[in-house]
C-alpha cells in the first residue's frame, strides 16, 4: 500500500533512524564555523573578493549569460531556418543545433570578457592600494580596448570607449540600487 499521511497505522509506525544507536553525540562531533575563516588577519580587514574568486565569478557569470543569450538568438534563427517541407524531427535539429552554436560562440566571448575584466581590475586594485570606482571603469575601458585590438586601433579606442561606459553605468546603477531601493 502506498506512503498515508495520518490513519490509525501512523502510530504504530516509526521512521528509521540509522544514527540511534551509536550514542555519539552529533553536535558536538564537528565543531563547524559559523563565520570565514583567514589566514591573515589583513584577509579579514578587506571586503572584497580575492583575485582569484573575482577570476572565477566574472568569467563563470559572462560564460553563462553569454551562452543564454547565445542560445535565444540561435533558437531565433533556427526558427527562421525551417522551410515548410520540414518534418518536426528536421525542424528540432535545426533549432538545437543553431542554438548550440551560437550559445558556444557568445558564451566564449563573454567569458573571455569576464576573464579580462577580473584580471585588469584585480591588477588596477593591486597597483593602487585602493578598491574604487575609478579601478572598475579602468578595467572596463581596458577590456573593451583589449577585446576589440586585433581589429585596428580604431575599433580598440571604440571597443574601450563602450567597456568604459558600459562599466560606468553599471557601477552607477549598483549605487543607486543601494541608496534607493531597500534591501
Known amino acids: 500500500m502506498a506512503y498515508q499521511q495520518g490513519g490509525k497505522d501512523q502510530d504504530s509506525r516509526r521512521l528509521y533512524n540509522p544514527y540511534q544507536d551509536l550514542q555519539v553525540p552529533i553536535q558536538?562531533?564537528?565543531?563547524?564555523?559559523?563565520?570565514?575563516?583567514?589566514?591573515?588577519?589583513?584577509e579579514s580587514i578587506a571586503q572584497r573578493r580575492s583575485w582569484g574568486e573575482n577570476l572565477t565569478y566574472y568569467t563563470g557569470i559572462g560564460y553563462l549569460a553569454g551562452a543564454v543569450v547565445g542560445s535565444g538568438k540561435g533558437l531565433a534563427e533556427g526558427m527562421k531556418a525551417s522551410e515548410p517541407g520540414d518534418t518536426m524531427k528536421l525542424r528540432v535539429?535545426?533549432?538545437?543545433?543553431?542554438?548550440?552554436?551560437?550559445?558556444?560562440?557568445?558564451?566564449?566571448?563573454?567569458?573571455?570578457?569576464?576573464?579580462m575584466y577580473a584580471g585588469l581590475?584585480?591588477?588596477?586594485?593591486?597597483?593602487?592600494?585602493?578598491?574604487?570606482?575609478?579601478?572598475?571603469?579602468?578595467?572596463?575601458?581596458?577590456?573593451?580596448?583589449?577585446?576589440?585590438?586585433?581589429?585596428?586601433?580604431?575599433?580598440?579606442?571604440?571597443?574601450?570607449?563602450?567597456?568604459?561606459?558600459?562599466?560606468g553605468l553599471a557601477v552607477t546603477g549598483k549605487q543607486m540600487l543601494k541608496r534607493y531601493v531597500p534591501i
Open 28 to 42: 558536538t562531533l564537528y565543531k563547524l564555523p559559523t563565520s570565514p575563516e583567514f589566514l591573515f588577519q589583513e
Open 121 to 167: 581590475e584585480s591588477g588596477m586594485v593591486a597597483v593602487r592600494d585602493t578598491d574604487d570606482v575609478v579601478n572598475s571603469v579602468v578595467a572596463g575601458l581596458g577590456t573593451g580596448a583589449l577585446f576589440r585590438a586585433a581589429s585596428g586601433p580604431r575599433s580598440a579606442a571604440l571597443g574601450g570607449a563602450i567597456g568604459g561606459l558600459v562599466v
Open 93 to 115: 535539429n535545426r533549432i538545437l543545433n543553431a542554438s548550440g552554436h551560437a550559445g558556444r560562440r557568445f558564451g566564449n566571448r563573454s567569458g573571455v570578457i569576464g576573464l
